[in-house]
């Protein structure tokens, strides 16, 4: 019996100085899409099906930096994903073309209606455009849904509105997520998201201080400013060679050690003497243990992994008996 296998790939488009004009039109989809959660998986799945009735490719278009970013710089919302991370996760959905807009000075003061003429119109050709009825954009945010719903009746577009995506009576958004990781309530933000937190990065050299102390970590340096989780928690890992392994992580600046700025995840593995530096892992938070602290000692920082540890392999027991 023969058997056909049909392979979707992704194809990435930075910036529109790089987009070739759809002839017949697509489907498409704009939004941030911080953290991949259930709700924006709803969005995309419909977007999948409305392309696939019309026999034209799906878009979805994000910007980056994010809007908030570029107004507010550091003051901005940490990010529940880094770029590489989003980029990874939409190529495991049922995406055609993943179209990546620098947001600029352009683009922070062009009007709405410039936005629809130049960008939807002439450069994508859109011909069907799902959004949430909340979606604003534009300079001073003057687009909205009812805006595109009348441009569309002029230039030949429907305008869906995908509704807001529910659990438990709660709209589902970053926002929620991001509040949910900032208290340490790890098990909403999974709920919400449909998965397990996680963060992805690359194993680097650190000053090798754990190994000391009988607790040695695989360091990942995040490339942000602020992170939505912070503290010591009980984790796995994937990444390495298709295992995955439970562990201890830390998130913060390491006050006992140096108290830098800069952000590191610290991860100590159960059970694993393998060198991994250069590797690109995925952690996947489970429970927050406690928050960062600051130690009088590198003693009193060890007697408190011992109690770490112990208690996350508590949580790992127990969730073996669920």
Do not use: W
Request: glycine share 10%.
């Amino acid at each position: 019996m023969e058997i056909l296998i049909i392979i979707r790939i992704m194809r990435l488009i930075r910036g529109l100085s790089h987009l070739e004009r759809f002839n017949n039109g697509c489907v498409l989809t704009i939004g941030n899409f911080d953290g991949l959660h259930s709700g924006h998986r709803a969005v995309i799945k419909k977007l999948a099906e409305r392309g696939a009735e019309r026999n034209l490719p799906a878009v979805i278009m994000f910007f980056e930096p994010q809007p908030l970013e570029y107004f507010l710089g550091e003051n901005a919302p940490s990010r529940l994903m880094r770029l590489r991370e989003k980029v990874i996760e939409f190529a495991k959905l049922p995406v055609d073309n993943l179209l990546i807009v620098r947001f600029n000075r352009y683009l922070a003061n062009c009007d709405a209606e410039q936005f629809i003429d130049e960008i939807l119109i002439n450069k994508l050709n859109v011909k069907h455009l799902v959004i949430g009825d909340d979606f604003h954009f534009g300079k001073a945010r003057r687009g909205n849904f009812a805006m595109l719903r009348e441009k569309g009746k002029i230039y030949g577009f429907n305008v869906e509105d995908t509704g807001s995506f529910q659990y438990e009576g709660l709209r589902v958004s970053s926002t929620l997520i991001r509040d949910a990781l900032g208290t340490g309530d790890v098990a909403q933000a999974e709920r919400l998201l449909g998965h397990s937190y996680s963060i992805c990065g690359r194993v680097a050299h650190g000053d090798k201080r754990g190994r000391t102390i009988g607790f040695p970590t695989a360091n990942i340096i995040l490339f942000r400013k602020n992170t939505p989780v912070s503290g010591v928690f009980a984790i796995t890992m994937t990444g390495i060679d298709g295992l995955e392994f439970e562990g201890i992580a830390n998130v913060g600046t390491r006050p006992t050690v140096d108290g830098g700025a800069k952000v590191i995840l610290e991860v100590h593995l159960f059970d694993f003497d393998e060198e991994i530096y250069g590797r690109y892992v995925e952690v996947h938070f489970k429970q927050k243990i406690r928050d960062e602290m600051r130690f009088q000692s590198l003693e009193q920082l060890k007697d408190q992994i011992e109690k770490d540890v112990a208690a996350t392999k508590e949580i790992f027991a127990e969730i073996k008996k669920l």
